[in-house]
């Protein structure tokens, strides 16, 4: 029986963290667009598609969040890999996230 409680606990710990993982990435995509993307995609800096454009996003969100989150770690056109951000690719793919839902 003292088995039970314990077992119990980490499922419901795993349980939670789902529901809690969209919003800090969510957090984190935000404040590394502010911090890194925004330079060129606020003002849509050499052909790259504005925040909140979706008639600049729809091709490339057409393509899947894989391909938009590619070019995001890859590069495209003039944009160095992953916007020249030097964090984890977790958080450009967040950014990218956070960018594709604000144009959809």
Same mark, same amino acid.
């Given at each position: 029986?003292? /088995?039970?409680? =314990?077992? !119990?606990?980490p *499922? !419901?710990?795993?349980? =939670?963290?789902?529901? /809690? !993982?969209?919003a800090?990435?969510?957090?984190?995509?935000k404040?590394?667009?502010?911090?890194?993307?925004? *330079?060129?995609h606020?003002?849509?800096v =050499? #052909?790259?598609? &504005?925040?909140?454009?979706? *008639? !600049?996003?729809?091709?490339?969100? &057409?393509?899947? $969040?894989?391909?938009v989150?590619?070019?995001?770690?890859?590069?495209?056109?003039? $944009?160095?890999p &992953? #916007? #020249?951000?030097?964090?984890?690719?977790?958080?450009?793919?967040a950014?990218?996230?956070? $960018?594709?839902n604000?144009? &959809?």
């Amino acid at each position: 029986a003292p /088995a039970a409680p =314990a077992a !119990a606990a980490p *499922a !419901a710990a795993a349980a =939670a963290a789902p529901a /809690a !993982a969209p919003a800090a990435s969510a957090d984190v995509g935000k404040k590394v667009y502010e911090q890194v993307c925004a *330079a060129c995609h606020a003002a849509g800096v =050499a #052909g790259a598609p &504005k925040f909140g454009d979706k *008639a !600049a996003w729809a091709p490339r969100l &057409k393509e899947g $969040m894989d391909a938009v989150h590619n070019f995001a770690l890859k590069g495209k056109g003039v $944009m160095p890999p &992953k #916007g #020249g951000y030097a964090g984890p690719d977790a958080d450009v793919i967040a950014a990218s996230d956070y $960018m594709a839902n604000a144009a &959809k």
